[in-house]
C-alpha cells in the first residue's frame, strides 16, 4: 500500500510541475481547462499521498488546491456554456 501511494503522489507531484513548465513556456493557457486539470489532478494525488502518511499540512494545502481547480472548472464550463 505504501508503494501505490508514493506512486500517486509522484504523479501528482509530476502533472502539477508539469502544468506549471507548461504555462511558464507559453505552451498551455494559464486560464484553460487542461491547466487546471493537470492542477485538480496533481493536487488531488498529492493530498491523498499526503494524507496516506499523515503530513496533515501538505494534505490540507492540495485539498484547497484541488478546490480551487474545482471551482476554475466551474467557471470554466459555465463561461463555455453561455456562449
Same mark, same amino acid.
Given at each position: ?6 506512486? $500517486? @503522489? #509522484?504523479?501528482? !507531484? $509530476? =502533472?502539477? &510541475? !508539469? %502544468?506549471? $513548465? ?7 493557457? @494559464?486560464? *484553460? ?6 492542477? &485538480? @489532478? %496533481?493536487?488531488?494525488? =498529492?493530498?491523498? /499521498?499526503?494524507?496516506? /502518511?499523515?503530513? #496533515? ?7 484547497? #488546491? +484541488? @478546490?480551487? *481547480? $474545482? =471551482?476554475?472548472?466551474?467557471? =470554466?464550463?459555465?463561461? %463555455? +456554456? /453561455?456562449?
Amino acid at each position: 500500500m505504501d508503494l501505490l501511494f508514493a506512486a $500517486v @503522489g #509522484w504523479i501528482g !507531484a $509530476v =502533472l502539477l &510541475l !508539469a %502544468g506549471y $513548465v507548461l504555462v511558464t513556456q507559453s505552451r498551455l493557457p @494559464g486560464d *484553460g481547462a487542461a491547466y487546471q486539470l493537470m492542477n &485538480l @489532478g %496533481g493536487s488531488l494525488g =498529492l493530498m491523498a /499521498s499526503s494524507a496516506y /502518511s499523515a503530513a #496533515w499540512p501538505s494534505a490540507g494545502l492540495n485539498l484547497i #488546491w +484541488a @478546490g480551487i *481547480g $474545482v =471551482l476554475a472548472l466551474i467557471k =470554466l464550463a459555465r463561461v %463555455g +456554456a /453561455s456562449t
